[in-house]
């Protein structure tokens, strides 16, 4: 679920963003120069190949408890390292703020799996809005009463819900909106990579009626695999996140 959680209803994941926006410009960005972050034809968001001790240098945690939750990983009998997301009664995630034109680079690349769902889970009821994994896509495109009102969406990985089912967050408050996209539904019999490629521009030019013209920014990317209302443990891994021309 996109919010910060029940002991802090009076925030929501457009707050954190607002806060992880201020954190990181504070941090001059940290390592995300255009020259490492991109080539001609890809835009690199992360695809977590370093030690574990640099995660928290890369990506903000809604608190300091979410990197106890998510961590590095190496693939076994592979020279491959991932993000592992292993949440226990709780709704912590990760964000890390980046800019990129969706014009240029419209297809939004990775790959994930799942190992645990939040049984029952369905983020269409709030009462058991838990997902076992999920890719978020914000961008801050106007204000309201002088505050950043983040329009998002959400790519899950749902327990329950059908592959193609689109609703939305029911934590989102006006003016906060968060849309949700189901890519994925329930177990995997053996857990293996999902490859996913998405076109965010169109996304963006559906739900909120963009007419971008030659430029649309995206803020920042959130991670999150979640199991507080149905009081449970989400296990789930990303991969090698990036922004396509085609």
């Known amino acids: 679920m996109l919010t910060i959680g029940k002991k802090y209803n009076s925030y929501s994941i457009h707050s954190f963003f607002y806060k992880l926006m201020i ?18 034809e890809k835009f690199y968001i992360d695809n977590f190949d370093y030690d574990i001790s640099q995660l928290q240098s890369k990506w903000v945690g809604r608190s300091k408890l979410a990197f106890q939750f998510y ?3 190496e693939e076994k009998g592979e020279n491959n390292s991932f993000l592992r997301a292993e949440v226990k009664n709780s709704s912590e995630f990760i964000g890390r703020y980046v800019k990129v034109d969706i014009v240029k680079y419209p297809f939004l690349n990775w790959r994930w799996r799942v190992h645990r769902l939040p049984p029952g889970g369905n983020e269409s009821i709030k009462a058991v809005c838990d997902v076992p994994a999920s890719v978020n896509v914000l961008v801050s495109a106007k204000k309201t009463l002088g505050v950043p009102t983040p329009e998002t969406i959400k790519y899950s990985w749902s327990t329950t819900l059908p592959r193609g089912t689109v609703t939305e967050s029911p934590y989102a408050v006006w ?5 949700i996209i189901v890519l994925q539904k329930g177990r995997q019999s053996k857990p293996e990579w999902v490859y996913e490629k998405r076109n965010v521009l169109q996304d963006f030019r559906k739900f909120y009626k963009k007419d971008p ?22 296990i789930a891994d990303y991969d090698s996140i990036y922004f396509s021309k085609y």
């Open 175 to 179: 003016p906060s909106r968060c849309d």
């Open 23 to 40: 954190l990181l410009l504070l941090l001059r960005y940290s390592d995300i120069s255009p020259q490492n972050r991109h080539s001609q």
């Open 71 to 73: 961590k590095i990983n």
């Open 213 to 234: 013209g030659n430029k649309l920014e995206i803020d920042g990317i959130v991670l999150m695999s979640d199991s507080d209302n149905t009081k449970s443990i989400a």
